[in-house]
C-alpha cells in the first residue's frame, strides 16, 4: 500500500509537510490541522480501494490512524539527514494510533480543541478517557464521525 500512500501524498492539496514510514507505521507532519483530519479520510479511501490479494496482502487490510497536535522540535535528524519533528506530542501521537479503532480516525482532546478554536471542528464523537499503550498515560479520546 506505500505506494498508494506515496502518490497521494504527492496529488493531495492537504498533503503533509514531512512525511516518513516507521516499521509497519506512517509518520506524518500537517501544518494545518484541518488538513491532518481531511489527509486521514483521503488515506483511508485510498487504502480501502485496493485489491490487496493481488499485492500478496490479505483481504481487508485496516489502517488504523491517530491524530494529536502539541508543541514540537523540528530539526534536522543526524542519523537520517533529513528534517524532521520530535518530542513528547510525537510519541503520544503514536500511541494514539495504537489505540485507535481499525478504518478510524482518531483524534486526541488537544487536537479536537485546537481544531474547534480554528473553527473547523468536524463531527469528533467524544469515545471517554483512553489508556495509551507503553504506559504513555490517559487522554480524551475523539472518532471523526463518518
Known amino acids: 500500500y506505500l505506494p498508494a500512500v506515496a502518490e497521494l501524498a504527492e496529488r493531495s492539496p492537504h498533503a503533509p509537510v514531512v512525511r516518513n514510514t ?49 508543541p514540537t522540535h523540528g530539526l534536522t535528524d543526524p542519523v537520517t539527514g533529513q528534517f524532521t519533528y520530535m518530542g513528547r506530542h510525537v510519541s503520544i501521537a503514536a500511541r494514539l494510533e495504537q489505540a485507535a479503532e481499525a478504518q478510524r480516525i482518531a483524534g486526541s482532546g488537544h487536537l479536537v480543541a485546537l481544531t474547534a478554536a480554528e473553527g473547523a ?7 471517554g478517557r483512553t489508556p495509551l499503550p507503553k504506559d504513555a498515560g490517559t487522554l480524551p479520546l475523539f472518532v471523526l464521525g463518518q
Do not use: I, K, S
Open 22 to 70: 516507521w516499521g509497519d507505521g506512517l509518520y506524518m507532519v500537517f501544518h494545518q490541522l484541518d488538513h491532518a483530519a481531511r489527509f486521514a479520510t483521503e488515506l483511508l479511501d485510498a487504502v480501502d480501494t485496493p485489491a490487496w490479494d493481488a499485492l500478496g496482502l490479505p483481504q481487508g487490510v485496516r489502517l488504523r490512524v491517530g491524530l494529536h497536535a502539541g
Open 121 to 127: 471542528a468536524g463531527a469528533w464523537e467524544y469515545r
